[in-house]
């Protein structure tokens, strides 16, 4: 099924060090989630973008829509052993079409490790 | 306010067997989606309804149902299992399901053997 691109992969970084992920897409979005999943549970709602250019805080996380409303990103900064995780970003077009009613379109996810 | 709760969470199903998930929302939300997640495929998106209908589905084959009923409480069913189905089936729930934060349930990890 189709799937955004995200990147990077995994990343493994220090605790305290500040990491960056994005998101790319052929096609617009008028949503753009980001989520995190632990193991075993399920994916927990960071940051929620409405409008493209958008740039929104969550604590240490910053998430931005992109303009084009093909793209986003997220930063977190100084980061923690518990921010451990899989990061996902999610698309979601809306009512456009009718065809789109609670359908996300989700990144493969960025597996982050942080070592204390 | 009580999160989305998924039962159960874990279960073992033989192939050919069937198995039905349950899915009860967030208080107030009337549009419940599913999808299936597996290492390979990642996130799939299998279905949404709102008010007790279907309005969208996702690309599996008939043997994925659902169906919701009028207290928001939704079902999905599997027919006919086979071992590809082994994943985590997760259910999310939004006030309209048109826009707007999706709220996740921990899923139910089902294994085909």
């Known amino acids: 099924g189709q799937q955004l691109n995200q990147s990077p992969q995994s990343m493994f970084i220090q605790e305290g060090e500040d990491v960056s992920m994005n998101c790319t897409s052929s096609?617009?979005?008028?949503?753009w989630l980001w989520y995190k999943q632990d193991p075993g549970e399920g994916p927990v709602l960071l940051i929620a973008?409405?409008?493209?250019?958008e740039l929104t805080s969550n604590g240490r996380l910053t998430a931005q829509f992109g303009i084009t409303r093909k793209d986003s990103f997220l930063n977190i900064s100084a980061s923690i052993p518990s921010d451990v995780g899989i990061y996902f970003c999610?698309?979601?077009?809306?009512?456009?079409?009718?065809?789109?009613?609670?359908?996300?379109?989700f990144g493969q996810g960025t597996i982050l490790t942080v070592h204390p | 306010k009580a999160g989305v709760t998924q039962t159960p969470r874990y279960l073992i199903k033989t192939r050919g067997q069937q198995v039905t998930l349950s899915c009860s929302p967030i208080?107030?939300?009337?549009?419940v989606s599913w999808y299936q997640q597996t290492p390979g495929q990642g996130l799939q998106f299998l279905f949404e309804?709102?008010?007790?209908?279907?309005?969208n589905k996702g690309n599996f084959p008939g043997r994925f149902s659902g169906r919701q009923f009028s207290n928001s409480r939704s079902e999905m069913n599997v027919s006919t299992l086979e071992l590809g189905d082994s994943a985590l089936y997760l259910c999310?729930?939004?006030?309209?399901?048109?826009?707007?934060?999706?709220?996740f349930g921990e899923g139910s990890r089902l294994t085909v053997l």
């Open positions: 999310a729930s939004s006030l309209s399901g048109t826009v707007g934060e999706l709220f």
């Open positions: 096609s617009i979005f008028n949503t």
């Open positions: 973008l409405y409008k493209a250019g």
């Open positions: 999610a698309g979601q077009l809306g009512a456009a079409g009718g065809t789109s009613y609670g359908k996300l379109t």
């Open positions: 208080s107030g939300h009337r549009s």
């Open positions: 309804y709102f008010s007790e209908t279907q309005r």
